[in-house]
């Protein structure tokens, strides 16, 4: 089915290309615009190749992010134009799509059906009980893309303006199930601002900002904190594979050296069978090899488990790493995650000095683990040349 061929090419593309900094334009809010898109057209009964067509322009609407922040939209059509010819998809279906597609842009007014409703997918989240949290990942998002830390005043502002005179539903089905709660999500807005007191200087701005920085913690941002949590969660199971194929080649060995001893050395004693010494102990050797490096390779590494209020103090400890505080008692241990949770930089550092470890520990376990497999590899091929040069010196093969 062409839709879920757009689907999973979509995923690849933005798993694969799209960077980090793209905390609201991801996966999430391209699958939210999908479902929001399907709801729609079923409500307003589209016809089905309609319908085909707008759901994979959904899919497609935001993968131009992947090469143009500024131009997406241009470039998403051109990655879908790309991907439908492939198929042998028509060129007025090609087009379709593309219109489809550049009518997301700001401040294009839709003209077809399938068009509104992309459009009003697309601002789905505007009638959301979820609103708040999902404008604050596009707030990290254009902060990071940017480099551009936007106040709170200012976003409110812009989100209050949008929502007041830009925005506007295309279709009265969105209108109807979505309407209401836009009302509510601006209201919350306008309180919002109405609380925030303003500085009529920007001096006394940035004072009143530093003052709050000291007075509060800052806590991680959502975005931020996705990024961690995958990033360890993909570091954490990259471990747990090598570690499983690490044990699986142990196992084998293990096997293939009982077999060998239990079957060819009680063989060894007799004369007339000492052409099978030679490759019997080339082949023990590179099954010897293979098991000391598995066993290398998963074995762990013990650290100090310790550490000094000085280091904290520095910011020289990982926190996070078990290694560096098992030996530690409990009240210097809260003492010092205390002291971390306060200072954002030195919580980052840790996070960062976390990941960069696993990294490390990484590399060390696939490089063994590929230099376990060549030997084993390498001892197979040897070991079997060498029972069938044997046999052929004995005079068992001609």
Sequence with gaps: MLIAEAEKFV????????????????IPHTQLVVNKATEL???IKIDDKQKELLIIAAWFHDTGYTKDKNNHEEASVLIAKEFLKAKGVSEDDIVAVSNIIMATKMGVVPSTL??????????AHIGSKNYTDTSELLRKEWELISDYKISESDWLEENIDFLSTKHRFFTNEAAANWEKRKG????????RKKKIKLDTGKLA????????KKEKIELPERGIETMFRVTLKNHITLSNIADTKANILLSVNAIIVSLVL???????DKPSNDYLITPTIIFILFTVASIILSIMATRPNVTRGEFTKEDVANKKVNLLFFGNFHKMSLQDFEWAMGEMMQDR?????????DLYFLGLVLDKKYKIL?????VFMVGIIVSVIAFIISFYSAGILV
Excluded: V, W
């Excluded at 590929?370 to 060549?374: C, E, G, M, S």
């Design 11 to 26: 995923i690849n593309l933005l798993n694969e290309k799209l960077t980090p900094e793209f905390t609201y334009h991801n």
């Design 41 to 43: 057209a079923e409500l």
């Design 114 to 123: 399938p068009e509104k409703i992309i459009k009003d997918a697309d601002c």
């Design 184 to 191: 509510k999500n601006l209201a919350g807005l306008i309180n």
């Design 205 to 212: 701005q940035k004072k009143a900002e530093l003052k709050f």
């Design 262 to 268: 239990s079957n060819l050395a009680s063989k060894l």
């Design 345 to 353: 930089d030195y919580l980052y550092s840790s996070m960062k000095k």
């Design 370 to 374: 590929r230099l376990t497999y060549t």
